[in-house]
């Protein structure tokens, strides 16, 4: 409800999305893709951090490989 609130209100925006391995995939950011009309929404991923979590469970994760994150990033781009 909030994306398309934002998509329609005319006002500048950007979404900004942390990816993390084991919580999202290929197909989640397809289908972010969907959701958002690119010419009134920009998308930015950003990939997971260890360094600032909120949740110590985390800390031991890693993000994806450049490899894998810039794939994805070009999938928005």
């Known amino acids: 409800e909030s994306i398309d609130l934002l998509s329609r209100s005319g006002i500048p925006h950007e979404f900004r999305m942390t990816i993390a391995p084991g919580l999202h995939t290929e ?33 031991k994760e890693q993000g994806f490989s450049q490899e894998i994150f810039s794939r994805f990033a070009a999938m928005v781009a």
């Not at 972010?32 to 469970?57: G, V, Y």
Request: charged share 30%.
């Open 27 to 59: 197909e989640d950011i397809v289908a972010w893709i969907k959701q958002f009309d690119r010419a009134r929404s920009r998308l930015s991923l950003q990939n997971f951090n260890p360094k600032t979590t909120l949740d110590i469970l985390y800390e």
